[in-house]
């Protein structure tokens, strides 16, 4: 064994340039140290192999990191580490060497001059850094004080470490390794110490490490002194307690858990619970006894014997009697309207009533707006057949929890709503009003409260219903369920089908007036400490208000509003205000300010492009404005205004029947390719999806491409298939009430949504007319409107899309000659053309021919040519198409009429010839302004053009008066179709067409927006229509107002 060396021997000791490098991850040796370690690293194993002499030099430095780790050695370039001798060798199993190092001194890598098979280094020796004498003197006697500190607060310190560090306060270098070393530092704590050269920094660096053990060792020592405490009090506690209960054994006394629990056997018996739930309580209470009043399950069980106690297992409301007619008193004393509901409410109760009870019955479920009244309607149900009512709202539940309850292993447990709600009314048979169930979330990571209401809403299983919390089978059916929600689609369609939908629709505005006269006023009286002394109201104000102030379909926003102004009122007479309020328009505008919303009316206006739809929401109906605008492009269809999956579908749908219908319409093939269409649904902000909008984004896209423009005064709604079949919607009355709303009075809707108009208040149906349709096809009939005039279309494909020629061009045509025949041509082929039998293929020259029992007229027409009815025999006035006043009915006159062509110069020419030629020429249903006496007669039956039938001409209907009869005479006019015998008939048409023109002659109508007539054209043609009416010429008066009329028709369609 070789002499061991003294310190200054080693300190001096000379070192190679070079030394192997020897990498360490878990522990380290400072200079005069020593230490055993175990090398299984592949590069030190190579070393070690490849010198086997003793007295091994090697360059240790600390590597870190995990075992598995690859070992750069260039990173530990210029990095200070230990020269250190190799003493002892010890092969190990598994390919292990132990060895012990010693240190020799501090030494910094320059380089690695080879890496393989193990690395070398170019080192040199480190010159440490000298210090303040006084201040090393001062850092070691800390670093001492904190070294015995800690080894007096933590075990692993052995208690000769301090002694040591004493024995080496001389030289401060080695003072500081030796603390580094007995410390039980962290390897990078003792890394760093290794690479301080400066002596008093190595020295605070150390120290700052000993203060921060010894503050943790104290809170660790205060830690385990407190729960030493709390142990012996326990201890102490249960001593002390079992020394009484031996004293008290001894005296006779009751021990007091058993005094509880032996009461607490009394409850239950006085209960009479059903005989699984009193086992399960009465084995729960012997536990009980088992146990200390202090420890945490005895008040666990505790609270759950409280809770089977308190439930009504067998308490019931008491009879079950239900009078139905006191039933329907009190729905109608406490709710306006809503008779469908009451109605089914009182069937619902008169089956549970002959049944005796029996819960196996439909789930109520009240489905509509928000404030319409869905909760006070349960309510009234349970007041009148004597129950109590406990509404339970899970809007927004998301934890299965919290509908079944909590297992009792949790601390905190309780039982789910439904339980809680029984406990609260003391009863096994209320009304629970199960409110917003639309709104449960479901799917969630803590289970689906929906799944959980399906067994609570299934009378089939409700009556073994079993609360996790309890674990027990409670009865439900005994309860009445209502539900309530906003959105039917928003209830998964397994617990929908559970129950039973009673739709509330939203109120009108007149049903609101009527509602605040009979309930709000009254109440809002009452609670403001005013009297109808104070304040009066008009119908007019309580409609402004609606209107103007609360658009809504319930009566919240409403109520508010009424209330703030009688707030108003009740402060002036608080501050001494005398006399009464009279609410007019005026006043409520100077209490609640500014109103909200403007006057909601449709534009009436025709646009290309424009539609006007409806739309359902869970506030009620709304108007939905739907715009298609066509740019040169490729073909390109874009859509915005935040649209769901569904109405997107639906755009797709629409351009697609577009296209399949192009020539039909009027669109030449090469638009799809040449234009891009953009659809665009206005307030982009609120989302917008549903499937009842197809007819509506058809029509936009077909007048965008067509350009021609669409009626305004018209709403509609329905979606629609690529066959061109208007399907059902939902949401009628909404919709309805929504365009009543609006001003518009005209509605157009799917064929099988015509039984839906029973829940359409009567005095809405009066005022509005309603077309029901089968086919797309005809929605473009009645809503599309000729191509737009030359000074709004685009004059490029004007020709293209069917439009006039511009003013000023003359026809460069021939006039063909004018002839009758009496032949029949109804065994003739249609030509080819859209489902409705209108041929919109363009025809240069016509020679027309009508054929029925009476012959109207024959002529030649010629693009842009103006025409006027004249009389053949005599009787043709020229500045009027009809034949003279006093006339014979019957004979020439009355069976053949000529269609003339006038000459635009002619001064005298009427505004209805330039409507009849221009109509005629756009192949649509056209209003001629003809002698009303004459209609009754009327037969059409076929029309030839070019010796072909041409059925867009018997659309030529000699309709008068269009728009008013529509409103007043809608059933005298019908279109009887017969494609067997391809053929039309106009039947029954307008009679009493005479009273209509005199009631329509006022010029309070004239001015009715849907007749688009300037203030110029009416100024200038009443003197004309007061001149005949003060006379009583009945029939001049009719003859001028169809005149005027027919100048207006092209504009209003």
Not at 422 to 433: G, N, T
Not at 498 to 511: D, L, P, Q, S
Not at 699 to 715: E, G
Not at 830 to 848: M, N, Q, S, T, Y
Request: with cysteine; aromatic share 4%.
């Amino acid at each position: 064994m070789p002499k061991p060396q003294r310190k200054e021997e080693i300190l001096k000791s000379e070192l190679p340039p070079t030394l192997p490098l020897m990498a360490l991850r878990s522990t380290i040796v400072y200079p005069l140290g020593t230490i055993a370690v175990q090398m299984g690293a592949p590069e030190n194993l190579a070393l070690l192999r490849g010198h086997e002499e003793a007295g091994l030099v090697v360059a240790l430095v600390v590597a870190g990191g995990d075992h598995d780790d690859p070992i750069d050695s260039q990173r530990f370039i210029g990095r200070v580490g230990v020269a250190a001798r190799v003493h002892e060798r010890i092969n190990l199993p598994g390919d292990t060497v132990q060895i012990t190092l010693q240190g020799l001194r501090r030494i910094v890598v320059e380089g690695i001059d080879r890496n393989e098979p193990y690395p070398i280094a170019s080192i040199r020796a480190a010159k440490e850094t000298p210090a303040d004498p006084a201040e090393l003197d001062d850092l070691v006697t800390r670093v001492v004080s904190a070294a015995e500190t800690l080894a007096e607060l933590v075990d692993r310190i052995p208690d000769e470490v301090p002694a040591i560090l004493k024995m080496n306060v001389s030289d401060p270098g080695r003072f500081a390794d030796l603390a580094a070393t007995n410390m039980n530092f962290r390897i990078s704590d003792k890394d760093e110490v290794l690479q301080r050269l400066d002596v008093g920094q190595r020295l605070r660096f150390i120290l700052n490490r000993l203060e921060r053990e010894v503050a943790r060792a104290r809170v660790m020592e205060d830690v385990k002194r407190q729960t030493e405490i709390k142990i012996e009090q326990h201890q102490r506690e249960f001593y002390l307690r079992q020394q009484l209960r031996a004293i008290q054994s001894e005296l006779g006394e009751a021990d007091p858990g058993e005094k509880e629990a032996v009461e607490l056997l009394k409850k239950i018996d006085e209960a009479k619970l059903p005989e699984r739930v009193g086992q399960e309580a009465r084995r729960e209470t012997e536990r009980l006894r088992q146990l200390s009043p202090a420890s945490s399950e005895y008040q666990v069980i505790r609270t759950y014997l409280d809770w089977i106690l308190a439930l009504p297992w067998n308490k019931r409301s008491g009879d079950d009697e239900i009078e139905l007619k006191k039933v329907e008193e009190t729905l109608d004393a406490r709710h306006y309207g809503l008779s469908e509901a009451k109605e089914r409410i009182i069937e619902f109760l008169a089956v549970r009533k002959l049944r005796g009870g029996d819960p196996h019955g439909p789930i109520l479920c009240f489905v509509g707006p928000p404030g319409t009244g869905k909760t006070s309607l349960g309510e009234a149900i349970a007041g009148a057949i004597g129950r109590e009512f406990y509404r339970i709202s899970v809007g927004g539940v998301r934890d299965e929890a919290e509908v079944r309850g909590h297992r009792r292993t949790y601390v905190g447990a309780m039982p789910g709503l439904l339980l809680q709600a029984l406990r609260r009314v003391q009863v096994k048979d209320p009304v629970l009003m199960i409110d917003e169930i639309d709104k449960m979330s479901g799917g969630g990571p803590s289970g689906d409260p929906t799944a959980a209401m399906l067994e609570v809403l299934d009378p089939s299983q409700n009556n073994a219903f079993v609360d996790h919390y309890l674990n027990l089978p409670f009865d439900l059916s005994s309860a009445l369920f209502i539900c309530t929600a906003n959105n039917l689609y928003d209830i998964p369609a397994p617990l929908r089908d559970r129950m039973e939908v009673i739709r509330i629709a939203g109120y009108t505005v007149e049903e609101k007036v009527e509602i605040a006269w009979r309930y709000l006023l009254p109440r809002l009286l009452e609670e403001h400490g005013i009297s109808d002394k104070d304040i009066q109201f008009t119908d007019e104000s309580l409609s402004f208000i609606s209107n103007r102030y609360s658009r809504e379909a319930g009566l919240r926003n409403f109520e508010r509003n009424v209330a703030a102004i009688m707030r108003k009122r009740a402060r002036r007479k608080a501050e001494g205000e005398e006399g009464a309020w009279v609410i007019d328009n005026e006043k409520v505008e100077e209490v609640l300010g500014i109103p909200r919303y403007a006057v909601e009316e449709a534009e009436l206006i025709p646009e290309v492009g424009v539609v006007t739809g409806l739309a359902w929401t869970a506030t009620g109906g709304d108007l939905m404005v739907i715009e298609a605008l066509r740019m040169n492009g490729s073909g390109r269809l874009t859509v915005t205004g935040q649209l769901g999956d569904v109405m997107r579908e639906s755009v797709d749908a629409a351009y697609s029947y577009v296209r399949s219908r192009a020539s039909q319409i009027g669109i030449p093939d090469s638009a799809f390719k040449d234009f891009d269409i953009h659809v665009h649904l206005p307030a982009g902000a609120i989302p917008k999806d549903g499937p009842s909008a197809g007819i509506t984004l058809t029509l936009a896209i077909a007048s965008a491409l067509s350009y021609r423009p669409v009626r305004r005064d018209v709403a509609m709604t329905g979606e629609v298939t690529l066959r061109g079949k208007v399907l059902e919607i939902g949401g009628v009355k909404e919709k309805v009430l929504a365009a009543y709303r609006a001003g518009l009075r005209q509605l157009i809707m799917p064929k099988v949504n015509e039984k839906d108009l029973r829940d359409v208040p009567d005095e809405v149906k009066k005022q509005v007319t309603f077309t029901f349709v089968d086919r797309m096809d005809e929605v473009l009939r009645l809503a599309l409107l000729p191509p737009a005039q030359s000074d709004t279309a685009p004059p490029d494909d004007a020709r293209a899309l069917g439009g006039c020629r511009p003013t000023g061009q003359r026809s460069t045509t021939r006039r063909s000659t004018i002839r009758r025949s009496a032949k029949s041509t109804t065994n003739r082929s249609l030509p080819e053309g859209d489902p409705c039998g209108i041929d919109h293929r363009p025809h240069r020259v016509r020679k027309v021919r009508v054929q029925d029992e009476r012959t109207i007229a024959d002529a030649d027409w010629q693009h842009g040519d103006r025409a006027s009815l004249v009389g053949e025999r005599g009787a043709a006035r020229r500045d009027s198409p009809f034949p003279r006043a006093g006339a014979p009915r019957g004979g020439a006159n009355h069976r053949v009429g000529e269609l003339r062509r006038f000459d635009r110069r002619v001064p005298h020419e009427r505004p209805h010839e330039a409507a009849v030629a221009s109509l005629l020429h756009h192949h649509e249903p056209i209003a001629i302004p003809a002698r009303c006496g004459a209609l009754r007669s009327l037969r059409v039956a076929q029309v030839v053009v070019d010796d072909q039938p041409c059925p867009e001409l018997a659309h030529v209907v000699l309709v008068d008066l269009r728009h008013a009869a529509r409103r007043r005479q809608d059933d005298r006019c019908r279109l009887i179709r017969r494609r067997g015998e391809k053929e039309r008939r106009m039947q029954d048409l307008f009679g009493g067409a005479w009273n209509v023109a005199e009631q329509i002659a006022a010029p309070a109508l004239l001015l009715d927006p849907a007749h688009k007539l300037g203030a110029a054209q009416i100024r200038k043609e009443q003197p004309f229509l007061d001149h005949h009416r003060s006379r009583g010429e009945h029939r001049h008066l009719a003859l001028a107002v169809a005149d005027l009329l027919a100048h207006a028709i092209p504009c209003a369609r």
